[in-house]
């Protein structure tokens, strides 16, 4: 259970005491994303002293689990991403201008995530979202307005593309109007969140096990990422960061080929090379679409694609991505084989995973703007039953999960403890 709100002057002694005495940095060693919509290598990001990692490393204080305060302590020291789900257009601009403002008293850069969108996770574990379009996009316009002339990174809806509402199931969505207000709603928001001037915005595009390189290009596209700095990928998962700036890489010239590369290839994402195969077809290297196989050991075949269709575009033309670094340290769970008859659910909760890449803007990745921890590191991402009819239980820890959004304790622990690299704490706070 969370500890109270008005314990949080206690959760910052604490981590007070635990990191050393924390200094203000000056405005050069924050540095500042200038009103062009870009950001900078020497960005800092901003971290919140009432987090929930800090609330957990208080309550081991008091229960003198000190190791246990400790590893809390190193993970309250690194800046995640704020979710914003609900609320009113009022409330929803109150929050997001409260949050701004803190990180501007300390010289930060807050990573703001947008989440409200209708039919959201096609009403599944992490359902809810506005009631409508006009709902949706009042809200919006109330969170863009609340970031006013503040320095702020937004991921625009995770999962808003990957998983649309004609996605959901055969009837979801049978005459395509619903799926034809998500992408309306995303394109307001993207006009309404870039004309803030010192706003920078990612469009969420899922993850490389998910859609193919062409469907999530061209999603991105019919939802107005040319307006944005980029799009993001693997929120709330796990797969290894290379997978996914390689993934993110071929993306991003496919957005390239279909809108400023060659005549022929204009409008035509549909044409790019996919990292899925099919094992039923002959291994003649050609890439295939047939059937959901993601073998990273035949990606070399999409490589060949793209140096052959795409060669070297410019790399002022190319889209530039963020990676959600804070659980994939270990990269994806691979299910003990035969054990799940059905849908093992490798997304969910996935068992032994640790912490990845510290959050950072200064990536030494070209397309790479930075690596962030978008999902809450140590939040539950539901009830995983690994599709066993009738099941509650997951087998994988032997209790029922908690609900999506809500602190599990034990899993921030594992994941600090299987931290690759090591999690220390974060010295830009001494």
């Not at 609320?87 to 703001?112: F, H, K, N, Y």
């Not at 809806?157 to 049978?174: M, Q, R, T, V």
């Not at 670094?325 to 969910?348: E, L």
């Not at 039953?385 to 029922?400: A, F, K, L, Q």
Request: glycine letters at 8%; charged letters at 20%.
């Amino acid at each position: 259970m969370r500890i109270p709100l008005h314990r949080s002057v206690l959760a910052a002694s604490a981590l007070t005491l635990l990191l050393g005495a924390v200094t203000p940095t000056s405005a050069a060693e924050a540095g500042s994303a200038p009103a062009s919509h870009t950001l900078p290598a020497n960005t800092r990001f901003y971290v919140d002293p009432d987090s929930d990692a800090a609330h957990q490393a208080v309550t081991d204080l008091i229960h003198r689990d000190f190791e246990g305060a400790k590893s809390m302590a190193k993970l309250a020291s690194w800046p995640e991403a704020a979710w914003f789900t609900d609320g009113t257009p009022e409330q929803i601009e109150s929050r997001v201008r409260d949050l701004v403002r803190r990180a501007e008293r300390t010289r930060t850069v807050p990573v703001l995530v947008a989440y409200d969108i209708p039919l959201r996770d096609c009403s599944q574990y992490s359902s809810g979202g506005a009631r409508s379009d006009s709902e949706y996009q009042a809200w919006i316009s109330a969170f863009a307005r609340g970031i006013g002339r503040s320095k702020a990174v937004v991921i625009l809806e995770p999962d808003g593309l990957a998983n649309l509402p004609s996605d959901c199931g055969p009837d979801s969505d049978p005459t395509g109007a619903i799926t034809t207000g998500r992408y309306a709603d995303l394109n307001h928001a993207i006009d309404a969140l870039e004309r803030q001037p010192n706003s920078v915005v990612y469009l969420d595009a899922g993850n490389s096990h998910w859609r193919s390189v062409g469907d999530v290009a061209q999603r991105l596209l019919q939802a107005g990422v040319t307006r944005t700095q980029g799009f993001s990928l693997n929120v709330s998962n796990y797969l290894a960061t290379d997978l996914s700036t390689h993934y993110g890489t071929w993306v991003s010239q496919c957005l390239w080929f279909a809108t400023k590369g060659p005549d022929w290839a204009k409008g035509h994402p549909d044409w790019c090379a996919s990292q899925y195969y099919s094992p039923a077809a002959p291994n003649d290297g050609q890439p295939g679409n047939a059937v959901n196989v993601d073998d990273p050991s035949t990606w070399h075949w999409t490589d060949l694609w793209f140096q052959q269709n795409v060669a070297a575009p410019p790399a002022q033309e190319l889209t530039h991505l963020v990676v959600d670094t804070g659980r994939d340290g270990r990269g994806a769970w691979t299910p003990p084989a035969g054990k799940y008859s059905g849908d093992p659910q490798t997304w969910c909760n996935a068992p032994g995973r640790g912490i990845g890449a510290r959050p950072t803007a200064n990536t030494r990745v070209p397309l790479v703007d930075a690596y962030l921890w978008i999902k809450t590191v140590g939040q539950s991402d539901g009830e995983c039953n690994r599709s066993i009819p009738g099941g509650t239980i997951d087998p994988e820890y032997g209790v029922v999960d908690p609900a999506a959004g809500v602190w599990w304790p034990e899993q921030a622990k594992s994941l600090v403890r299987n931290a690759a690299p090591a999690l220390e704490f974060n010295t830009a706070l001494r």
